[in-house]
């Protein structure tokens, strides 16, 4: 219960706002991460908390869970659990939801060692801002590399993702009382409104079947002064081109379109990014910067497997919506929101920058 006390205070009920109540499920297996339990609120409404993560999943979404986690639900009485009737919108979306969960769950926990070291250039346009005692969300937090890092500068993080990939997570987080772990969908968190003094999401409002939905969710938990900042993909010709791919790799399953990156990788490692690589080192430095794409400069010093990893991003994501600027300045058109910035990263990335309005305050866009 321990490991919980502090992510507790966060947590409401996503369906009627009440506070949960804690009941520990005896008899967790010897490996799991952390307590097994149920957060019920006044209401009734119940959810299981899996190796120290609560899950806040429902319909289908949650009949997985069930599926992933049968000794889990032997010990918690399944026949109590009950969620909401689907409508047929909800059919098609969860539909979504499902294959999101599956895809970015096998990539993250399969390639659970991927780490591009580059946290450090994402968090550029607000590390000024940053300090010690700050709460932050992790919105999209895949297998959370990133969570330590904030927790070791002093600053307490929570990481939500839909997937599996919260295992991994989780993993990582175990020994960092700052890091916390929630499986929830980002636009039905669980979380108090205005609890976090910053939110970031890296390269996931792209893949949400309602992207500025998930933007409006993510500034409810923002507090007053608080401030945001989302990467996304930037409409490009190289993203409209490998369209079709990814529309072809939907019909198949992760592992199926894992090894098709590999050989994807390969190639170009081997055409590309390989010999690039080799003349940067008997150079000692960069070479061509200015007439080399800069996607090859940076693979060729992140390494094979990074690329390996990305073209498997690339390809699985049963949703992919890259943004025109005029798309991505529309994210941030809240009224909850001023200092709105929208900014080029190379040619791949609009980097999304925005607070939390105060009371009072004018916005401001730039």
């Not at 979504?96 to 895809?103: A, F, G, H, K, M």
């Not at 309602?210 to 993510?218: F, M």
């Amino acid at each position: 219960m321990a490991e919980l006390t502090g992510l507790l205070s966060l947590l409401v009920c996503p369906r009627c706002g009440g506070e949960f109540a804690w009941t520990p499920v005896p008899g967790a297996p010897a490996h799991a991460g952390g307590p097994d339990g149920v957060l019920a609120c006044p209401a009734g409404h119940r959810f299981p908390v899996i190796g120290g993560v609560p899950r806040f999943l429902e319909g289908r979404l949650f009949a997985a869970l069930r599926r992933r986690y049968p000794e889990y639900f032997g010990r918690a009485d399944a026949a109590r659990w009950s969620h909401p009737e689907e409508t047929e919108q909800g059919s098609r979306e969860q539909t979504t939801l499902l294959r999101t969960i599956e895809r970015f769950g096998y990539e993250w926990t399969t390639h659970a060692d991927y780490n591009a070291q580059n946290f450090a250039r994402f968090l550029d346009p607000v590390r000024p801002r940053l300090a010690p005692g700050m709460l932050a969300l992790d919105a999209g937090c895949g297998a959370g590399r990133h969570l330590a890092i904030l927790a070791d500068n002093g600053i307490d993080v929570v990481g939500v993702d839909l997937s599996w990939a919260v295992e991994s997570a989780a993993r990582l987080a175990r020994g960092h009382p700052r890091c916390h772990v929630v499986q929830a969908d980002l636009c039905r968190l669980p979380f108090r409104r205005g609890a976090f003094d910053f939110v970031y999401s890296l390269g996931v409002l792209h893949h949400l079947p309602d992207p500025s939905g998930g933007v409006a969710a993510l500034v409810e938990h923002l507090r007053p002064g608080g401030f945001l900042l989302a990467w996304v993909y930037m409409r490009t010709t190289r993203k409209v081109l490998l369209e079709p791919l990814r529309r072809m790799a939907a019909l198949v399953p992760p592992r199926v379109v894992d090894r098709a990156s590999l050989l994807l990788a390969a190639l170009e490692y081997g055409l590309l990014i390989g010999p690039y690589a080799w003349l940067t080192r008997v150079a000692g430095r960069s070479v061509l910067p200015g007439l080399v794409p800069r996607r090859i400069q940076e693979y060729a010093a992140l390494g094979f497997r990074v690329s390996r990893v990305d073209w498997y991003d690339r390809l699985a994501a049963p949703v992919s919506r890259p943004m025109t600027r005029a798309q991505a300045e529309r994210l941030l058109a809240l009224p909850g929101l001023c200092e709105q910035t929208v900014t080029a990263v190379n040619d791949s990335w609009w980097q999304c920058y925005a607070s939390a309005r105060r009371a009072g305050q004018e916005p401001r866009t730039t």
